[in-house]
């Protein structure tokens, strides 16, 4: 059992910053893949980024790629979204979730692959 808690999101201005995190309990955190995703209002969840165990590879969806970054640190139990170049389109509740075996950016990319889920954060961008 992995519970994760995100912490981070607020109201920016077009073009500012925010960093997203996502703490998790238990001494499994290591062993998953772990992804952050969002959903604005009326639209269907979507991938964001996601990050392999150890680090070792990161994936992004095409419209955050060169703004967004995923990192994890496994010593604290946490992986960060740090969204650079904020747009009115990022505006959506951000959450995080923890995937078990999903390692291609396929597999990654695909809600079903996530067991765990956090209760996520709002992010809101004003134009």
């Known amino acids: 059992q992995v519970q994760l808690v995100e912490s981070g999101g607020g109201l920016v201005q077009t073009g500012g910053s925010l960093r997203l995190s996502c703490a998790a309990s238990?001494?499994?955190?290591?062993?998953?893949?772990m992804g952050w995703f969002r959903q604005a209002p009326g639209k269907e969840r979507e991938f964001v980024a996601g990050?392999?165990?150890?680090?070792?590879?990161?994936y992004y969806a095409d419209s955050v790629k060169g703004r967004f970054t995923i990192s994890r640190d496994n010593a604290k139990n946490t992986v960060y979204l740090q969204m650079n170049s904020l747009k009115p389109e990022d505006t959506a509740v951000y959450s995080c979730?923890?995937?078990?075996?999903?390692?291609?950016?396929?597999?990654?990319?695909?809600?079903?692959?996530?067991?765990?889920w956090g209760q996520g954060t709002q992010v809101t961008v004003s134009s």
């Open positions: 990050i392999t165990r150890n680090g070792g590879r990161t």
């Open positions: 238990g001494r499994t955190f290591m062993t998953y893949n």
């Open positions: 979730a923890a995937a078990p075996t999903a390692t291609t950016y396929y597999e990654i990319t695909q809600t079903a692959q996530y067991d765990y």
